[in-house]
């Protein structure tokens, strides 16, 4: 329970970096994806289940910001969730290149997602440009601030009070 | 009682729990979807809680870039400051000459009816407070809202040029749709010319600084340089607000219409206040 709320106010709190401070800080038009860079390391400290659950609740934050219609950044999260929940068996809390990696993956794959439900669709059909203009400097900027991130979400829930914890260990 | 419940959770394998989820995702992208009209006080009072935390970030994050702007060296603000002072010079020998062209101007706007400047058209200032991060689109939301008496289908302008339209209110925010968005089209008219023309967005384009026109008619006299303001017979935007100017006018490749590029008036990378104008575009019905 405790834990939830922790990581709901994470979720807020990453969103308001992503939609209100990093736009002035934007690399090649590109703005990096907080949240994905959150949800990648709850599921791989937490698994699948919590993974999915962040992915889900974030998203549908998303939703009802930016969204045209609710549930689909909640589908997309919730996907990336639980794909990145199935790292939670080569956790390491030392390790900082497979999360860098799997981040990197996971914001293509949101991309890729988001591109085909989103842009594709739409009947905007130039790939190459989307993915060079779009696509590359996001996962990049993503990738470069998930290092620090990565560091500070897995540092708060490792020094969570042990009452906190305790209870997702179960 | 939690802590049972809890333990039933655990075995609950996360595979069933994604497609428990996949599946609430997919009701409501439907029931968002399908009722789409009630959806917007849910999304108007969630947008209302978040909002005034990303005006406060935002008021934070304006600091900041102000005082790195001002580190800028002096050097390079004292060359600005020289070249300025030329420019000065030679813009007010321009003034002497446009004084007297004003003249003749406005009594050719009385034969032409173009009636009155968007200038005397009511309007609340209202500064960007975030941004659609997901790089498609250019939208961006600010910090004024149904509070001031703004609703959708406003125009926004900014620097004397068209900057968009709002597209969704808050009690204290709005979202504004840039016309340089890829699914926006603004309904335009050469000023010069009283040629009609579609004003169409594109990211792509806008990399290399300009947005597309379209639909120009092959008998129109249109050449480099004429300045583009939204027509009258655009539903949504106002008569006689300045978008831009055109350059390369070609013949399009259907054949049927001419297609020109189009240099916005609005610097759209550095947008930080904007005007939106509270008087909508009559319908007729």
Redesign the interface.
């Known amino acids: 329970?405790l834990i939830g709320i922790v990581i709901l106010i994470e979720i807020?709190i990453s969103?308001?970096l992503?939609?209100?401070?990093?736009?002035?800080f934007e690399l090649a038009?590109?703005?990096p994806?907080v949240l994905l860079i959150l949800i990648v390391t709850i599921a791989i400290y937490k698994?699948?289940?919590a993974g999915?659950?962040t992915g889900?609740f974030a998203?549908i934050?998303m939703?009802?910001?930016?969204g045209e219609?609710?549930?689909?950044f909640?589908?997309i999260y919730?996907?990336i969730g639980?794909l990145c929940?199935f790292a939670v068996k080569i956790f390491d809390r030392e390790d900082v290149l497979i999360p860098l990696g799997i981040t990197t993956l996971a914001e293509l794959v949101y991309c890729l997602i988001?591109y085909v439900l989103?842009?594709l669709l739409?009947g905007?059909l130039?790939f190459g440009?989307?993915f060079v203009?779009?696509?590359l400097?996001?996962v990049v900027y993503t990738a470069l601030i998930s290092i620090v991130f990565y560091r500070i979400f897995l540092a708060i829930h490792l020094h969570l009070p042990e009452r906190v914890r305790e209870?997702e260990r179960? | 009682m939690?802590?049972k419940q809890?333990?039933h959770?655990?075995s609950?394998q996360?595979k069933y729990?994604?497609y428990a989820?996949?599946f609430?995702?997919?009701?409501?992208?439907y029931?968002?979807?399908r009722y789409?009209d009630k959806?917007t006080p849910?999304?108007t009072s969630?947008?209302n809680v978040?909002t005034p935390?990303?005006n406060g970030?935002?008021e934070i994050?304006?600091y900041?870039?102000d005082k790195f702007d001002l580190f800028q060296s002096k050097k390079e603000l004292l060359a600005e400051n020289e070249e300025l002072k030329k420019q000065i010079e030679a813009l007010k020998f321009q003034n002497d000459v446009l004084v007297s062209d004003t003249y003749d101007l406005s009594a050719l706007r009385e034969l032409y009816d173009v009636g009155q400047n968007y200038a005397q058209y009511p309007m609340v200032a209202a500064s960007v407070?975030?941004?659609?991060?997901?790089?498609?689109y250019s939208s961006f939301i600010v910090n004024k809202g149904s509070n001031d008496g703004i609703t959708k289908d406003m125009n926004v302008i900014s620097d004397g040029g068209l900057v968009g339209i709002v597209t969704e209110t808050g009690a204290n925010w709005s979202r504004i749709r840039a016309i340089i968005d890829?699914?926006s089209y603004a309904s335009g008219m050469f000023l010069k010319t009283s040629d009609t023309c579609d004003v169409h967005g594109s990211?792509?384009h806008m990399?290399n600084g300009f947005i597309t026109v379209e639909s120009i008619s092959l008998q129109a006299q249109v050449e480099d340089h004429y300045e583009v303001v939204t027509s009258q017979i655009s539903d949504k935007y106002l008569p006689g607000i300045m978008i831009g100017y055109v350059f390369d006018v070609e013949i399009d490749a259907s054949r049927m219409a001419k297609m020109a590029k189009l240099i916005p008036v609005v610097d759209f990378d550095h947008i930080k206040n904007v005007l939106i104008i509270t008087k909508l575009k009559e319908k007729t019905e």
Do not use: H, W
Request: charged share 15%.
């Open positions: 329970m807020l969103y308001l992503q939609s209100a401070v990093f736009p002035f038009g590109a703005v994806d698994g699948q289940k999915m659950l889900f998203g934050l939703d009802f910001c930016i219609v609710i549930g689909l909640a589908a919730l996907f639980f929940g988001y989103l842009v739409q905007n130039n440009f989307s203009r779009v696509i400097p996001r209870e179960i | 939690r802590r809890r333990k959770n655990i609950l996360p729990l994604l989820l996949v609430l995702c997919l009701l409501m992208i029931f968002s979807y789409r959806l849910i999304k969630i947008g978040v935390m990303q970030i935002n994050g304006s900041i870039t407070i975030s941004k659609d991060t997901n790089g498609y890829d699914t990211l792509e990399d």
